[in-house]
């Protein structure tokens, strides 16, 4: 190598360094127990992703978004609606309830709801897009892409969220 490629090697290998240290991964320091819990919510996914129905067939369809995994699953369908939502639609959610793994309820269940599907986590809307008009549907949001590994508003970090819904409408 000239002497031009050997500095610019070094220069460009102090930028990756520098900048994976100055990264979110000092942000957080986790208990022991957050560990578990985090661990456990992965674990969660990980068994959806493989579980199969009567069939044989995968009960639950993936969703990657920005490298991780969000899983759907169509509940109930009403009718052959093509309709779905866009990534600027408003849509109009009947009976949204959210859970934790472990049953517990973060969020009771609204009767009708409505939101922009840029101003909602990024695994729910990335589900939304795959669903359409009247089909009633189970999605698991990973931490990543819901509210991530800090504490928000009562839901701990690290949670995998539950959400139930039906799609009423979409503008």
Wanted: with cysteine; aromatic share 12%; hydrophobic share 40%.
């Amino acid at each position: 190598m000239n002497r031009f490629s050997i500095q610019a090697w070094s220069l460009l290998t102090a930028c990756v360094l520098g900048f994976a240290s100055c990264g979110d991964g000092d942000e957080f320091q986790f208990t022991e127990e957050q560990i578990a819990y985090i661990e456990e919510n992965r674990d969660y996914i990980r068994e959806r992703k493989v579980m199969k129905d009567e069939n044989g067939e995968l009960m639950y369809q993936q969703v990657v978004i920005a490298g991780d995994t969000a899983l759907y699953r169509i509940v109930k369908k009403e009718n052959d609606w093509v309709t779905h939502p866009t990534e600027t639609s408003r849509v109009y959610l009947l009976d949204l309830e959210g859970k934790f793994i472990d049953g517990q309820v973060f969020q009771k269940k609204l009767a009708n709801s409505d939101f922009y599907m840029n101003g909602i986590i990024p695994g729910l809307s990335g589900v939304l897009l795959n669903v359409r008009l009247d089909e009633t549907v189970e999605a698991i949001i990973p931490a990543s892409l819901g509210y991530g590994y800090g504490d928000y508003m009562g839901i701990p970090g690290g949670s995998t969220l539950i959400f139930t819904f039906t799609l009423d409408k979409v503008e």
